[in-house]
Every structure is written in structure tokens, then in C-alpha cells.
């Protein structure tokens, strides 16, 4: 009321003030750094709010292509929480003790281990996934790669070289990502064995679980069989690759083949996404089993999906890969408000589960952007998705890493809050280590600062 008692200089000065100060509270989102050719450009995103702002801190920096020193502090730190906290000498495989990682541990008291459930539990003492040893085994080589003058875990991975060496010898689950991890990390340390373990990881998927009447992989040990989508696709892959690379021409068609009834049947071509797990009971007759789509296999099956395209060059995988992440980032699976992937939604009933968010999701997403990035740019196309990539590197480097203790759980609330899961459920308050999403995080971390993702 008191404007109308001021003099008209006066109120043009106060209005043009007032007008200024709005314009730069308008404006305290910090522009997204976006990236194209390894060159930054900073631009707006209309509907994705900025990593920083997210974080409360400054805007993170792109570092696609480039070293990283804040990813580069985060991956030591890791490293060395799991090498302090995470060996387990008494860790079976098969039964038989073999040592290994634990398969949690929690964040503010390393003594509790083997987490299954509420409460201490001694019988799981023993417990051991060999699938985290493998993580960790690519982290370090990784790590190793990038900083070849750094030797502070070159113990770490000789031992951790020495466990995959055993537990993967005779690898035979129609699980296609093992294939990629032990090839990559082969070539990676300069180990012929491994490169072998992958050879014969792929003659596996062909020799024990294709089935040439039905022309795909899947597990047939069971009756009718069935197959995880994300699994099968990256067995396709994997058989395409591995019969290019050793002059297989029966794996690559083998492989093929497989892609294609995945696409086929477990595609759901209304929402651009993938059934989670199928049935099979014959070449036409397939039917999902579980009708969510769930953003860790939607990322890991972008990421088969160009595997494959590095080396046939079908636009089909291109095409279905952009897709994908088009619907995952457009659907309300994103969160547009707080950042990050909810946990899955039903393609039947459009039902979102969205009480909280794997960390798997965000790393196998951004993973599958990196490649999908690297193939356009191979094309001399612009990238896409630059804001929503940047911001997975930023939470996945902030909100979902723990910097006090250094690792990361298996989940986290949509506000980025310790987990608590329903009695009878989970282990209660989830504040417990995941040697997996450490080890995958790291995976998806430091190939933001590789170049170019081929191994």
C-alpha cells in the first residue's frame, strides 16, 4: 500500500530493482553441461533438473571422454573400503570354501556381514555370489587401465585375478553379460586365460541352452523354458560377437536368431520397453511371466543391443536401443522431480513401483547411454540425452554414494534416503554395503572417462 505514495522516479526505480532481483532468482539453475565430439556446451534442460542443483553443490562437470579427479577420489575410496572390509575367507562356491567378497556388509559396522534378513544370522557366514567377485575384478582393471603409474592395488587385483580365474573356468548359466566382463577384462590385464574363459563361456551359450528348433537361448532346464529378457538378449549379443571375433559363423546366426525372438516376443512395442521375464513355449508361443519393465534391464539390454550393432551394424538394434531410453526417460519410470529411476512399472496394468530406486538401475542406464552416445557420434550424429546422462554420473557420484564410509547400497528412497524395507521382507534398515553396486558402480563411473568404450 505504501507504492502509491511514492514519487513516479522513485517508483520506476523501485520496479525496475524488484524486476532485477526476480529475473535472478529466476535464474539460479546452473546451465547443464552438455557434450558433443569430447567438446563441452553448456545449454538448458526444459524438463530435467540440473545434477548441482539436485546435490545442493555445484554443478558437476562433464567428464565424458576425459580423467575425472572426482571420480578418480571416489574409485580409490571404494577400492580400498572392499579391500579392508569386503574379503570373506570363508565365502563357499558349490559348497566347497574358496573365499571370496562378501555379499554385504554394514556401512558404519563391517563386523555385520552376510545380511539376508532382520537380524544376525551365523548360517550365512559362508554365502558368497561369485558374480560380485567378477565386478570387483573389473573395477580394478579398469582402475588399472586408466592409471597405469598407480601400483596401490596391484595386489588387490592379482588376488581378485587369481578367484574369477577359478570360479570361471567352467562357467555355463545362459547369463551373456559374463561373457563381455571376462573378455574386457582379458584384454584389459593382458590375460590370455581369461580371454580363453570367455571363448568357452560362448561356446557354452550355444552348446548347452540354444535351442535350434526354437532358435533362441534360453533355460532350458526348465519346463515350459523361460528366460530373463535382459539374459537372453546379452547371450545373442555375446554369440555375435564371440563367433565374429573366433570365425564361429554358427554362433553369429545362432545369436542373431536369438535377438530377434527376444524382440519378437518379450518387446512391448505400445511402451517402447521390455517384459522383464518370459516363457517359452515354442517359436510362436511365448508369454511374459513377470510383465514389469524394470530400468536395470532396459539399460542392460541397450547396452546387448549395441553390443551387438559395434558388430553387425543392424539399424534395427540402433533404432530399438533409442527407443528404449526414450520411453525410460519420457515415462513417468523417471523421475522428473528428484532425479534418478524408480524400481519398475507393470506394462499390464500401468501400475509404478516407485517406493524406491536401485542403484543397478541408474549404472546399467548409464552405461547403455555411453554406448548409445558412442554410436551416434561413430555416425557423425549429435548425441542425445546429454542432460539426463549427466545427471545419472552426478547422483550416482553424490546422492547414492556414501562418502563418509565410502560404498553404496543396494537401494535408496526416491529422496535419496537410507532404505527402510517391510518386516518379513528385507534386512529392516538397509544401511549395508553391496560388494555389487560397489563394483558396478565403479564400472559405470570410470567408463565415463574412456574415450571410446570398445574393449
Not at 102 to 115: E, G, L, S, Y
Not at 232 to 252: F, N, Y
Not at 362 to 388: D, K, S
Not at 429 to 443: I, K, R, S, V, W
Amino acid at each position: 500500500m505504501m507504492l502509491r505514495f511514492l514519487k513516479p522516479r522513485l517508483l520506476c526505480t523501485f520496479y525496475l530493482c524488484w524486476l532485477v532481483l526476480f529475473m535472478l532468482a529466476c535464474s539460479d539453475r546452473a546451465p547443464v553441461v552438455h557434450h558433443q565430439a569430447h567438446k563441452t556446451i553448456a545449454s538448458r534442460a526444459a524438463s530435467v533438473p540440473p545434477a548441482g542443483q539436485l546435490a545442493g553443490q555445484r554443478q558437476w562437470q562433464d567428464t565424458i571422454g576425459q580423467d575425472s579427479p572426482e571420480i578418480d577420489t571416489l574409485a580409490r575410496q571404494v577400492l580400498a573400503n572392499i579391500r579392508a572390509h569386503g574379503w570373506n575367507p570363508q565365502a563357499q562356491t558349490k559348497g566347497i570354501v574358496t573365499g571370496g567378497l562378501f555379499i554385504n556388509w554394514k556401512m558404519d559396522d563391517p563386523r555385520h556381514t552376510n545380511a539376508l534378513r532382520q537380524g544376525m544370522d551365523d548360517a550365512t557366514s559362508g554365502s558368497h555370489d561369485p558374480q560380485v567377485d567378477l565386478f570387483y575384478l573389473n573395477a580394478l582393471a579398469e582402475y588399472q587401465t586408466l592409471h597405469p603409474n598407480d601400483h596401490t592395488f596391484v595386489a588387490e587385483t592379482q588376488k581378485a585375478l587369481h578367484l574369477i580365474q577359478q570360479e570361471f573356468a567352467r562357467y555355463s548359466l545362459p547369463k551373456g553379460w559374463i561373457y563381455f566382463y571376462l573378455l574386457r577384462d582379458g584384454k584389459l590385464l593382458h590375460n590370455d586365460e581369461l580371454i580363453q574363459d570367455a571363448r568357452a563361456v560362448a561356446s557354452n551359450y550355444y552348446t548347452r541352452w540354444y535351442d535350434p528348433t526354437i532358435g533362441m537361448v534360453y533355460n532350458r532346464a526348465h519346463t515350459p523354458g523361460v528366460y530373463a529378457s535382459e539374459h537372453s538378449m546379452t547371450a545373442g549379443a555375446a554369440l555375435i560377437d564371440a563367433g565374429t571375433r573366433w570365425q564361429q559363423s554358427a554362433w553369429v546366426q545362432a545369436g542373431e536368431s536369438t535377438m530377434k525372438q527376444v524382440l519378437s516376443n518379450a518387446f512391448n512395442r505400445s511402451a517402447h520397453l521390455f517384459y522383464n521375464n518370459m516363457t517359452v513355449f515354442s517359436a510362436s508361443q511365448q508369454q511374459p511371466m513377470n510383465t514389469q519393465a524394470k530400468p536395470a534391464t532396459e539399460g542392460a539390454i541397450v547396452e546387448a543391443l549395441l553390443r551387438a550393432y559395434s558388430v553387425d551394424h543392424k539399424q534395427q538394434y540402433l533404432d530399438t536401443a533409442g527407443a528404449v531410453l526414450h520411453s525410460l526417460f519420457q515415462s513417468n519410470l523417471f523421475d522428473h522431480q528428484n532425479g534418478g529411476l524408480f524400481f519398475a512399472k507393470d506394462l499390464s496394468t500401468g501400475m509404478l513401483q516407485a517406493s524406491y530406486k536401485e542403484t543397478r538401475a541408474q549404472i546399467h542406464v548409464l552405461i547403455g547411454l555411453l554406448h548409445y552416445n558412442q554410436a551416434l557420434q561413430a555416425l557423425g550424429q549429435p548425441v542425445r540425452f546429454m542432460a539426463e546422462e549427466q545427471q545419472l554420473i552426478k547422483l550416482l557420484a553424490t546422492r547414492f554414494y556414501q562418502p563418509t564410509y565410502h560404498g553404496y547400497f543396494y537401494r535408496m528412497t526416491p529422496t535419496f534416503k537410507i532404505y527402510t524395507s517391510s518386516p518379513g521382507t528385507g534386512i529392516g534398515y538397509e544401511n549395508f554395503f553391496t560388494t555389487e553396486a560397489m563394483g558396478l558402480a565403479l564400472d559405470s563411473l570410470q567408463q565415463t572417462e574412456v574415450a571410446h568404450l570398445t574393449w
